[in-house]
């Protein structure tokens, strides 16, 4: 099965761009799209209900135009689900779930901590909630994965300039030490595990800078997987040469 997990910086966009056919004629088993700032009313047929794929969308209760993610898969989920039962991870349509027999696929637009203290204080409350979820999902027999914007880079490697970003949200050391507990709960990195040497390979990129034509980047776009899953693990690519967004897609391809 191969994942497409891309933060696409609004949907209806990709598709005036025509990044959307570009990623129905790749022909990803499952495409998880992050900030689509749509509802499915607002989208043109091919995009709400396209040929040869399910699709799923969720978006905030109150703010238009605003986050949002989608989950579109060839094959018909078991189960997909968009309301949770921790408060938090409800009301800004940042979480959708499905369920393909004991593997359940999270995509998340996990928010960010800029904008005052108390969206870090919320950001770091969503990431607590998510990954006591997603310990119950797996106390419960199921194997995980989950992908999205994760808006934390974890590592030093894992920006172009961390000096100069030590203090700057997406790098701050509480949001990197939740990342230390995912993996310390069991799930991997799926990027870093395969390729623990490379550098320079970044996944969002400044438009307002131009920063992509310098690779001035952050990879805070993952592939996290359950350990009993990476055996099954074939690959995992960071697609740079597609544009259309500040971030590009990652794509992950696994057996299952």
């Given at each position: 099965?191969?994942?497409?997990?891309?933060?696409?910086?609004?949907?209806?966009?990709?598709?005036?761009?025509?990044?959307?056919?570009?990623?129905?004629e790749?022909?990803?088993?499952v495409?998880?799209?992050?900030?689509?700032?749509?509802?499915?009313?607002?989208?043109?047929?091919?995009?709400?209900d396209?040929?040869?794929?399910?699709?799923?969308?969720?978006?905030?209760?109150?703010?238009?135009?605003?986050?949002?993610?989608?989950?579109?898969?060839?094959?018909?989920?078991?189960?997909?689900?968009?309301?949770?039962?921790?408060?938090?991870?409800?009301g800004?349509?940042?979480?959708?779930?499905?369920?393909?027999?004991d593997?359940?696929?999270?995509?998340?637009?996990?928010?960010?901590?800029?904008?005052?203290?108390?969206?870090?204080?919320?950001?770091?409350a969503?990431?607590?909630?998510?990954?006591?979820?997603?310990?119950?999902?797996?106390?419960?027999?199921?194997?995980?994965?989950?992908?999205?914007?994760?808006?934390?880079?974890h590592?030093?490697?894992?920006?172009?300039?961390?000096?100069?970003?030590?203090?700057?949200?997406?790098?701050?050391?509480?949001?990197r030490?939740?990342?230390?507990?995912?993996?310390?709960?069991?799930?991997?990195?799926?990027?870093?595990?395969?390729?623990?040497?490379?550098?320079?390979?970044?996944?969002?990129?400044?438009?307002?800078?131009?920063?992509?034509?310098?690779?001035?980047?952050?990879?805070?776009?993952?592939f996290?997987?359950?350990t009993?899953?990476?055996?099954?693990?074939?690959?995992?690519?960071?697609?740079?040469?597609?544009?259309?967004?500040?971030?590009?897609?990652?794509?992950?391809?696994?057996?299952?």
């Open positions: 099965m191969k994942i497409i997990s891309w933060n696409v910086n609004g949907l209806r966009a990709i598709h005036r761009k025509g990044n959307w056919d570009w990623l129905i790749y022909s990803p088993d495409f998880c799209l992050q900030e689509t700032k749509s509802r499915t009313e607002q989208l043109p047929p091919e995009v709400a396209p040929l040869g794929y399910h699709g799923y969308l969720t978006w905030p209760t109150e703010k238009k135009g605003y986050s949002g993610v989608a989950i579109y898969s060839k094959k018909k989920p078991d189960i997909v689900k968009d309301v949770f039962e921790a408060d938090i991870l409800n800004e349509g940042r979480l959708l779930e499905a369920h393909f027999g593997v359940v696929v999270l995509n998340g637009y996990f928010p960010n901590g800029g904008g005052g203290p108390e969206r870090l204080k919320y950001k770091l969503f990431y607590d909630a998510f990954l006591l979820y997603i310990e119950e999902l797996r106390a419960s027999g199921k194997s995980i994965v989950f992908c999205g914007d994760v808006n934390t880079a590592e030093a490697v894992d920006l172009a300039r961390p000096k100069a970003n030590e203090k700057s949200t997406g790098f701050l050391p509480i949001e030490e939740w990342i230390d507990a995912v993996i310390r709960s069991g799930y991997s990195d799926v990027w870093r595990v395969k390729n623990p040497d490379i550098k320079d390979v970044y996944t969002y990129w400044d438009m307002k800078t131009r920063a992509r034509d310098r690779n001035v980047g952050w990879r805070i776009d993952y996290f997987a359950s009993d899953l990476m055996p099954k693990i074939k690959d995992m690519k960071v697609l740079v040469d597609v544009l259309g967004s500040d971030h590009c897609p990652i794509e992950l391809d696994i057996k299952i």
